[in-house]
Every structure is written in C-alpha cells, then in structure tokens.
C-alpha cells in the first residue's frame, strides 16, 4: 500500500469517528427525551464542519490519487504492447507540439484551433476502471490505418477529470451522448408500454394495446470561456501551460454547463435534472404548512413517488447544508429518536468508493441545489441514467496572439456545445418546502 493509500485510509477513518462522535452526541440529548442544549448544538454544528472538510480533503487526495494510477496504468498497458522507446518517444512529441501550439513557437500558418478528444478520454478512463486488458485499450489508442498513436493526451485525460468532479451529472452516471453537428434533434421515448391480453380458449383473437411514443427535444447551447496569460507565463519552461489552461478551463466550463444541467429552464438553455414543472405523476411532493425541515415521512413518500424500476437505480441530490440536515434524521418519532438514517459510506475516499447513503440510496450533493427555504426544491430523487447529457463533438480551444498584442498576452478560447433533458420524467420526483 502506497503511502497515499494510507493517509487516505486515515482520513477516512477520521471522518467514521467524526461521525461516530456526533451520533453520540445526538443519543445522549434522545436517551434523556431532551433537546440538545446550545453547547451541544455547538459542538454538533463544529463536528459537521469538521466532516465537511474531512470529505473535501479526501476529494483533492482521491483526484490526485487517482490521476497518478490511470496514468501509471496506461503507460505499463502501452508499454506492454508497443515498448519504452516508441512510448517515451510518443509522449516527448505529443507534449513538445502541445506547448508549441500554446504558446505560438510552431508555423505561423498552423491552425489556431485545437479540438480535445473528450470521448476518448471518457473511454479510456472507463476501460481502466474496468481491468481492461492492452489489447482492448490498444483497439482505442490506436489508429490502425496510420499506425500512430492517438492516445488521449495528459491535457484531455486532466480536462475529463476535472469535468467529471464539477459537474454532478456525470458523477451521478447520466447518460452521454456525442453527436457530430448541432442540428436540433428529438429523442424518440416510450410514453407508455404496451399491455398484451389474456388468450381464454382456442381460436380466440390475441389483442393487446400498442406502446405509446413521445419525442423529447434535445437542443445544444454554447458555453465559452476566454483567459489571457501573459506571454512571460507562457514561455516561462518551468511553468506547465498545458496543465494551468486544462484545469482552468475546465473548471470554468464545468461550472457554467454545471449551473445549467441543475437548474435550467429549457428555454435557450439546456433543461435541468431538478426542472420538472408539468411532470404530471411526479410533480413535486410538497412538505406543507411552515415546514422548513423535512420530515422522514415526506422523504419515504417522495422515493415511493417515483416508478418502482426506477427506484431501483435512484439517487439523492441535494445542496450540501441540506446533507447536513437530513444527517440527524432518525427512524423514530418523527425524525427525532432512533437510528439514523443516514448510512456514512466506508469507502467514501477509497478507490471505487461509493457516496454515502439515505434511506437506502446513494446521496450526492451540488451547490447549484437550492437552499433549504421557502418554495424551493430542497431534495431531487431518481434515476439519472433517463437524463441525458448530449454534447457536439468536443472541447474546441482557440489561441489568439494579436487581440491582447499592446499588453503582450495570449489569449485562449474554451468553446462546448451541450444540451441536456429528462427522457422520463416518471423517474423522479422532489420535495419543495412551503411556506
């Protein structure tokens, strides 16, 4: 075990104790049929800030972690097939052309647009985390009809990593779909299954009723980001260009596609997973009165509200202060007595850890959630493989040496095309608070 695996392993266990020690403290104030006292409030609100900063540190470790063993992972699978020379060759020139793109060294005339392949990206990252064998991440790293290597590079696989942690539909496994123009399209949908019929005797007519489709619109908006760097920065050896415009970039992408895939309207922008106004069966359950915390009722009838074979791959969504609060839900009295029903995840940090869970089902959370308060949307369940992400084609980044020429800045363009839209709406439902 590395020594990161064993900090990893420590953080984790610190945050199981952390945890441990708040439930203590909430059984103490139950035992005595007692409200916890403002010290006690105190002590549980410094222990959850505490739980929160174990779990963002075990993030960043995990990401980092994670990076260094995809990376080690493909070059041995590489390795294994094509051999150290022609791989350490490949890599020196793969990022020999990236810094000379980025910072203008290369032929004038050469184009000033450079596209980064996000699906194979996603792919090779799925075939690792898979055990894949060198031939399968052969059959996609290479272009048989050349012979060169088309590996995703570092840039792509460091875009992908930081897409993938700030944008909550693709961590909780929407669907993805590239398509390569941007025409608007519709998703064909069944709206309703079809019923066969009993057959009573012989020769007896089989009827039935025929399914029922629906066409979803799936339209792509434009989403851009422009940074300049000065050309010192740029030029300067020491400074890894490609890494600071990979994370910089993606994280201000990610976070604006982020903001629309969770709250859109669906008008000039993409519909958002917790956008279900008119959604007919599911529209919102509502907590009623001045309620302003949920109670344990309200959350078993909105899992219940959504159709049972969607139950069976649903999650939670929520804003992280809301996570806070559902903690100290118990299985008694209301809420307020019992076991907890939140279950803290054992290997939440771990290599293929899994989120914590609530009454069952795995819990993620987003800061574009809203917060607990009147008329919002505090809690959205259901199955996020029926949202569908599409995107055009991938990332495209652009250079500009001439439009900051007078302050001697390079300017980069981040421009992605995404939609995104529930094809089943059926398969989730949410709780709004009322006041």
Known sequence: MSHLDTYLRTLTERRMRAWNEAQ??????????????????????????????????????????????????????????????????????????????????????????????????????????????????????????????????????????????????????????????????????????????????????????????????????????LIKVSSELVQDAAFDIGAFLARDLGYSLARVVDTDLILG???????????????????????????????????????YTINDNARERAVWLAKDSTAGTIRKLRDGAGGTVGAFLWDPSMTNGLQGGQPDRFLGKPFYTDVNCAAQGSNAIVATIGDPTEYVIRTVGDVQIDRDDSVYFASDELAYRGKWRVGGAHTRKGDVAQIVQNV
């Open 24 to 225: 203590h403290l909430l059984d103490q104030a139950a035992s005595q049929r007692r409200d916890m006292s403002t010290e006690e409030n105190q002590s549980w609100s410094r222990m959850m800030r505490d739980i929160d900063d174990l779990d963002a540190e075990l993030r960043d470790k995990v990401e980092a972690r994670d990076r260094a063993n995809l990376a080690a992972q493909l070059r041995d699978s590489t390795l294994s097939v094509f051999g150290g020379a022609r791989v350490g060759a490949h890599d020196l020139r793969a990022g020999e052309n990236l810094r000379q793109w980025l910072t203008g060294a290369n032929d004038p005339m050469s184009p000033r647009s450079m596209t980064i392949d996000l699906k194979a990206a996603f792919r090779e990252r799925e075939l690792l985390r898979q055990g894949a064998s060198p031939d399968e991440i052969r059959a996609l790293a290479w272009d048989a009809s050349s012979g060169s290597l088309t590996v995703p590079t570092s840039f792509s696989r460091t875009l992908v990593e930081v897409l993938e942690a700030n944008i909550a539909a693709l961590r909780m496994g929407a669907t993805r779909m590239t398509t390569t123009s941007g025409e608007n399209m519709t998703l064909p949908v069944l709206a309703t299954h079809a019923i066969g019929t009993q057959v009573s005797g012989q020769g007896t007519t089989i009827a039935g009723t025929d399914p029922v489709f629906a066409n979803v619109p799936l339209p792509v908006y434009k989403f851009g980001q």
């Open 265 to 303: 309207t669906g008008t000039g922008e993409p519909t958002g997973y917790t956008t279900l106004a008119g959604a007919g069966t599911n529209a919102p359950v509502k907590t009623g009165g001045s309620l302003i915390a949920p109670t344990v009722e309200k959350y078993l009838d909105t899992l």
